[in-house]
């Protein structure tokens, strides 16, 4: 570890704080329908928008109204990407002349662009046309991220107001969410990693003879406009097979960070934001504190471990940390921090092979996944998942003291605290019972880059991966019909089966009379408070996937000390 690896992430992080309060009390006005600086030009927009689809701003949904409204718009969001890869072979802005997706590849791909998670199973420059780049996966891209931002939005909502028991309008969110905030912010960022020389045309692929006399492909390609909401909207699928660490996605250490900031910038205002809800700015920043002490605690490991290397190459006098599967343009720690970013949302963009991490650097980012990726997690999904814990946290505080436990002034009952369990149950259930049927069947298995504890630890990451809705991949785990079928299952259940407890506690909590603050009163804001939440999260994520992380990397961890390989 070198001195410049940390002030790089400390600079990453002094940026994230400085961007945090401008951009959270920004969507906090947009959100509560107050006017902001982008009015005079947007609102004729949204008032038109609104006009033509017949949606009154002002009337607004149950948590139950609001939750049908958000799976009727993704089902036939996820139908028509769908239709679209099973037909791009005849429509147009096809200059290679890629073939229809197959049934099941399509299927995968359409439920994972459409519940954010961008699991790729193929490789974006030899399959999709820049029509379907463009109208399907950019397009998803933008709106289930808006979706994600929608949620949380009705979450903060129900857990702060006490005068009416209603969340909000999804229509209403949803297009502030992209009218307000990834629109004007993709824009210009588009313009920046253009600037930096990411492709941004519709001109066929080139070929060309490189100065040793091989043959290469140059892609082209509208890239510049899905890379920047591919990183703001926590999607994470590429425009190509190398992700971020392709000179193309990703062309300069300047565009890495900003690539970064994208990625974690919207997670983590909205914490002010939810201050501002809140009316006390103290419990937004007690959850930022949270989040960054999770961040810090996942890069400090990963560095540590990557910067530390493989004993058994060291041994034979190759040093300067693991760089196998990095650019070297990134090197150790840039592509640490990349892996810790990347995984504490739910992005799943990468600029470097987490299949060929250490043991423990490669547990990192599926330790960041196991523990809901909630530092500071996806556009509005790391919020609300953090709520979760927060509810969780304050009954085992009540439990300790004696008292009925309450957050914010509202008694946390019975009813909420199962819909937490609930939602904390939807990520073991569903990465680690297909994990365990995988690992004995034939098709399970069949696609492993890797035998052994890697292998175990591929399948592992894979499913934990979609459940998650990150998307990101031990890269040794290849497609087949049984993969293709069952993640795009494990992917709809890690949406929406977690965001439906949470639109459930939100509907429960909103309109709950507060209650005023004692003597006795725990207060949810307090360092104390950060560390009790801190240990409710660590628990349940390692009690929970200790004994499968022992299986995995934990196991392969202890053979690379005794100079054993698979």
């Given at each position: 570890m070198t001195p410049q690896g940390w002030l790089q992430a400390a600079v990453f992080l002094a940026i994230v704080v400085a961007l945090t309060k401008p951009l959270g009390l920004y969507m906090a006005r947009v959100f509560a329908g107050e006017r902001t600086f982008l009015s005079p030009l947007l609102a004729p927009v949204e008032r038109l928008l609104f006009r033509v689809c017949r949606v009154d701003p002002v009337r607004e949904m149950s948590a139950a109204s609001y939750l049908f409204a958000t799976l009727a718009f993704s089902v036939l969001g996820l139908l028509y990407l769908y239709v679209l890869l099973r037909t791009q072979k005849w429509l147009p802005l096809n200059p290679?002349?890629?073939?229809?997706?197959?049934?099941?590849?399509?299927?995968?791909?359409?439920?994972?662009?459409?519940?954010?998670?961008?699991?790729?199973?193929?490789?974006?420059?030899?399959?999709?046309?820049?029509?379907?780049?463009?109208?399907?996966?950019?397009?998803?891209?933008?709106?289930?991220?808006?979706?994600?931002?929608?949620?949380?939005?009705?979450?903060?909502?129900?857990?702060?107001?006490?005068?009416?028991?209603?969340?909000?309008?999804?229509?209403?969110d949803v297009t502030r969410a992209l009218l307000y905030v990834l629109l004007p912010i993709s824009f210009i960022g588009a313009l920046v990693l253009c600037w930096q020389g990411m492709p941004?045309?519709?001109?066929?692929?080139?070929?060309?003879?490189?100065?040793?006399?091989?043959?290469?492909?140059?892609?082209?390609?509208p890239m510049a406009s899905q890379e920047v909401i591919k990183e703001l909207g926590t999607n994470g699928g590429g425009f190509v097979n190398a992700n971020s660490a392709s000179p193309n996605e990703n062309p300069t250490p300047f565009s890495n960070l900003f690539e970064m900031l994208l990625i974690f910038v919207i997670g983590a205002a909205l914490t002010y934001t939810y201050g501002r809800f809140a009316r006390d700015q103290r419990q937004g920043w007690a959850l930022f504190v949270a989040m960054a002490l999770l961040f810090g605690a996942g890069y400090t490991v990963a560095y540590a471990a990557e910067a530390a290397g493989n004993p058994i190459v060291h041994h034979l006098g190759v040093a300067g940390g693991n760089m196998e599967g990095k650019e070297c343009r990134?090197?150790?720690?840039?592509?640490?921090?990349?892996?810790?970013?990347?995984?504490?949302?739910?992005?799943?963009?990468?600029?470097?092979?987490?299949?060929?991490?250490?043991?423990?650097?490669?547990?990192?980012?599926?330790?960041?996944?196991?523990?809901?990726?909630?530092?500071?997690?996806?556009?509005?999904?790391?919020?609300?998942?953090?709520?979760?814990?927060?509810?969780?946290?304050?009954?085992?505080?009540?439990?300790?003291?004696?008292?009925?436990?309450?957050?914010?002034?509202?008694?946390?009952?019975?009813?909420?605290?199962?819909?937490?369990?609930?939602?904390?149950?939807?990520?073991?259930?569903?990465?680690?019972?297909?994990?365990?049927?995988?690992?004995?069947?034939?098709?399970?298995?069949?696609?492993?880059?890797?035998?052994?504890?890697?292998?175990?630890?591929?399948?592992?990451?894979?499913?934990?991966?979609?459940?998650?809705?990150?998307?990101?991949?031990?890269?040794?785990?290849?497609?087949?019909?049984?993969?293709?079928?069952?993640?795009?299952?494990?992917?709809?259940?890690?949406?929406?089966?977690?965001?439906?407890?949470?639109?459930?506690?939100?509907?429960?909590?909103?309109?709950?009379?507060?209650?005023?603050?004692?003597?006795?009163?725990?207060?949810?804001?307090?360092?104390?408070?950060?560390?009790?939440?801190?240990?409710?999260?660590?628990?349940?994520?390692?009690?929970?996937?200790?004994?499968?992380?022992?299986?995995?990397?934990?196991?392969?961890?202890?053979?690379?000390?005794?100079?054993?390989?698979?």
């Open positions: 290679q002349d890629f073939d229809n997706l197959t049934p099941d590849n399509a299927w995968n791909v359409a439920v994972s662009f459409a519940t954010n998670t961008n699991w790729q199973f193929y490789s974006g420059e030899s399959t999709m046309s820049y029509l379907s780049q463009m109208a399907g996966l950019t397009w998803h891209n933008f709106v289930s991220g808006a979706v994600g931002i929608a949620i949380a939005i009705a979450v903060i909502r129900g857990v702060t107001r006490t005068d009416r028991k209603t969340v909000g309008n999804f229509w209403v941004q045309n519709f001109n066929p692929y080139r070929d060309v003879t490189t100065l040793e006399g091989a043959k290469q492909t140059i892609t082209g390609g990134f090197g150790v720690p840039a592509s640490s921090l990349f892996a810790a970013v990347t995984t504490d949302t739910s992005c799943g963009a990468v600029n470097s092979a987490h299949d060929s991490y250490t043991p423990l650097g490669g547990l990192v980012p599926l330790a960041n996944m196991q523990l809901g990726e909630i530092a500071f997690g996806g556009v509005g999904t790391g919020l609300y998942g953090m709520i979760l814990f927060v509810v969780l946290t304050v009954f085992i505080a009540g439990l300790m003291v004696g008292r009925t436990p309450e957050y914010l002034g509202k008694k946390i009952e019975a009813r909420e605290v199962q819909l937490a369990i609930l939602g904390a149950l939807v990520l073991p259930i569903f990465a680690l019972v297909p994990v365990a049927i995988s690992v004995l069947i034939p098709a399970g298995t069949a696609t492993l880059g890797n035998g052994g504890v890697h292998g175990f630890s591929e399948l592992l990451y894979g499913f934990t991966s979609t459940t998650e809705n990150n998307g990101s991949a031990f890269g040794g785990l290849g497609g087949n019909l049984y993969f293709n079928v069952v993640m795009g299952i494990v992917m709809l259940a890690g949406r929406f089966l977690f965001l439906i407890p949470a639109l459930a506690l939100a509907g429960s909590l909103a309109g709950k009379k507060s209650v005023a603050e004692t003597v006795g009163t725990f207060t949810t804001y307090s360092p104390i408070f950060v560390v009790l939440l801190l240990g409710v999260i660590a628990i349940v994520g390692a009690l929970t996937f200790f004994p499968a992380d022992a299986l995995g990397p934990i196991v392969e961890h202890l053979q690379m000390l005794q100079g054993k390989v698979q």
